[in-house]
C-alpha cells in the first residue's frame, strides 16, 4: 500500500517554471506505474505525463517539450518540471500510481498550480 503527497504547487507567472514533487510512503513503489494528472476549473482531469516502471515515458501534447517527468525509485519521488507555464496550465495537480498486476490504484491529495500575472 502506497500514500503520495505532493509538493511544490504555487503561484507563477506565465513563462515561469515549477518543480511538482510525489512523495510516496509503503513498499513496492518501484513497481508502479506513475503518472500526474491536472484538474482544471470547469474541466474533466486530465493525463499529463506518465512514466511506467521500466522508465517509458509519455506526455499529452499540450505539455511536450515543456514539462518533463522522472522518478527517484531511492527516494521514492516522482518529480514533474514545469517550464515555460501558460495560463491554461493552471489547475490542481494530482500524482498516481497504479500496479495493474496487484490491481491497486492510489492518488495524491493534489497541489494548486496557478499561473497568471
Known amino acids: 500500500q502506497l500514500q503520495l503527497v505532493e509538493s511544490g504547487g504555487g503561484l507563477v507567472q506565465p513563462g515561469g517554471s515549477l518543480r511538482l514533487s510525489c512523495t510516496a510512503s509503503?513498499?513496492?513503489?518501484?513497481?508502479?506505474?506513475l503518472g500526474w494528472y491536472r484538474r482544471a476549473p470547469g474541466k474533466a482531469r486530465e493525463l499529463v505525463a506518465g512514466?511506467?516502471?521500466?522508465?517509458?515515458?509519455d506526455y499529452d501534447d499540450s505539455v511536450k517539450g515543456r514539462f518533463t517527468i522522472s522518478r527517484d525509485n531511492a527516494k521514492n519521488t516522482m518529480y514533474l518540471q514545469m517550464n515555460s507555464l501558460k495560463s491554461e496550465d493552471t489547475a490542481v495537480y494530482y500524482c498516481?500510481?497504479?500496479?495493474?498486476?496487484?490491481?491497486?490504484?492510489?492518488w495524491g491529495q493534489g497541489t494548486q498550480v496557478t499561473v497568471s500575472s
Open positions: 509503503g513498499s513496492g513503489f518501484s513497481d508502479y506505474a
Open positions: 512514466i511506467t516502471s521500466a522508465g517509458i515515458i
Open positions: 498516481n500510481a497504479v500496479n495493474l498486476v496487484m490491481s491497486e490504484d492510489y
